[in-house]
Every structure is written in C-alpha cells, then in structure tokens.
C-alpha cells in the first residue's frame, strides 16, 4: 500500500497540533495498540549512499516530549483509544520558534514488532514569524 501525501505548513513559533486518522479502505478504523511510531523532518531527501546527506530539523516519536512534542497515538487531544486509529502530532511553540528552513520534507511511518509501514509524506513549509518575544 502506498504512502498517503500530505502537505502542510509550520508557522513559526506557534503550536502545531493535528490529527490523522488511519483507516482501511472501507473507512474503518485501524487499531493501533501496540504500535509506535516515527517522524522526521529534513532539508531534502537522504541520498541512497548517504544516508546523513540532509540535514535533520526535527524528529517526533510517540514517546512525547517533556512539551507534548511527538505523536501521540490516543489523538490530538490524547483522550482516544488507541483502537480509534488516531494520530496526533504535536510539536511545541518552542521548537517551531527554533527552526530556521523554507521547504522541507518529512515522512510518518508506525511500527509494529518488526513490520514498517509509511503512513504519510510529503512537503513542509515554514511561515517565518514576525514576533517575537524576548
């Protein structure tokens, strides 16, 4: 199954916070107990010798941050069961204030045992921010 596409943008120095929601072909939900998962974004796509050719902005897990940072599988607002198959990807105001690229790329994959499945990919732009607080 291929990789769902996806793009979306960061406003710097803001709270991003969405969910996916992962379901099979007849829109049932997909249980995801069990699972974790992995996040990166990056300047451009590894090349396949050289698999530290770009540079790593930010990588999310489902073990959270301190901040909330990372993808929790009880959803956005971390009140779902895992058995809803919902996603939520959380990266802090902080961190989003700290990155400093115009166009990057990312992929979401979730692991189970030793099976890796690309959820989504794609495309992220940076809208830079004007305030800032000291």
């Known amino acids: 199954m291929a990789s769902g596409k996806f ?5 710097q120095g803001t709270t991003l916070n969405f969910e996916i929601a992962y379901t099979d072909s ?8 069990g699972y974790r998962g992995r996040m990166q974004i990056r300047d451009k796509f ?3 010798s050289n698999k530290n ?4 902005i930010l990588s999310l897990s ?6 909330g ?4 599988f009880s959803g956005s607002s971390g009140t779902n069961s895992p058995t809803e198959g919902t996603i939520g990807v959380f990266i802090s ?19 189970s045992a030793s099976i890796v499945t690309r959820l989504l ?4 732009t940076l809208n830079p921010e004007v305030t800032i607080i000291p």
């Open 7 to 11: 793009n979306f943008v960061i406003e």
């Open 26 to 33: 007849g829109s049932n939900k997909i249980d995801l107990t």
């Open 46 to 48: 590894p090349g396949p």
């Open 53 to 56: 050719s770009s540079r790593l």
């Open 62 to 67: 489902s073990s959270l941050d301190a901040d």
């Open 69 to 72: 940072t990372g993808l929790n």
């Open 93 to 111: 105001d902080t961190n989003t204030a700290a990155m400093d690229f115009s166009k990057a790329v990312y992929d979401l994959e979730i692991v």
């Open 121 to 124: 990919e794609g495309k992220v």
